[in-house]
């Protein structure tokens, strides 16, 4: 993120963004802090379904960081469209999304602006499934010790292993859904100023 904001690159789209990881051992993901203070739009589909989903929304509003919702009034949950979780505000359009931001900074604010755009429903993984597969793979990482760094990407190895393949192609499916909506707002964001801050 903080690349892109050099390089005057205003829109990012990630799969989820990290966060407040289980098991309340104060581990808590570098993006939130960046989230905090990189003024662009963030297009993501909610945080990663392996964090403290509830914790991770405390700490954006705790940091000021508006967490919009792309068509819902329901925070995704990365793998699922949904958590049960509430966003701080629900906007329909790409257009919607780029006044919000101006206005926001327009205030001097300078966090960014984090869209969820939930995975289509297709795709998405049901909590009954999904849950109890994040449980095995968190449970087999305290087994083996594996924290800090190399957490994040032992679980989502395992977890892709667990669900034989299938949380793999949501991942890919979401990134894709995320990317198309990022374009569309960088698109907005830069008329009439040729090429500059996309």
């Not at 954006?60 to 995704?76: I, Q």
């Not at 359009?93 to 205030?107: G, M, N, Q």
């Not at 909590?127 to 597969?133: H, K, Q, R, S, Y």
């Not at 800090?148 to 989502?156: R, V």
């Amino acid at each position: 993120m903080l690349a892109a904001t050099q390089a005057g690159i205003r829109v990012f789209a990630t799969g989820g963004i990290g966060g407040v990881h289980r098991e309340g051992n104060m581990d808590i993901s570098t993006d939130l802090q960046a989230l905090s203070d990189t003024p662009m739009i963030v297009v993501c589909a909610g945080a990663k379904s392996i964090l403290d989903l509830p914790a991770t929304l405390e700490y954006l509003e705790t940091m000021a960081v508006p967490v919009v919702g792309y068509g819902t009034d329901e925070f995704p949950a990365f793998f699922s469209h949904q958590s049960g979780l509430d966003v701080s505000v629900h906007l329909d359009s790409p257009e919607e999304i780029v006044e919000f931001a101006r206005a926001h900074w327009d205030l001097g604010l300078k966090s960014a602006i984090l869209v969820t755009n939930p995975i289509p429903e297709e795709y998405s993984l049901a909590d009954e499934d999904i849950n109890p597969i994040i449980a095995q793979a968190s449970k087999d990482a305290r087994e083996r010790g594996i924290h800090g760094q190399a957490l994040t990407p032992f679980l989502l190895a395992r977890i892709n292993q667990l669900s034989k393949g299938r949380s793999l192609r949501s991942n890919l499916v979401l990134l894709h859904n995320n990317a198309t909506l990022a374009a569309k707002i960088a698109k907005i964001m830069t008329k009439g100023q040729g090429s500059k801050n996309i």
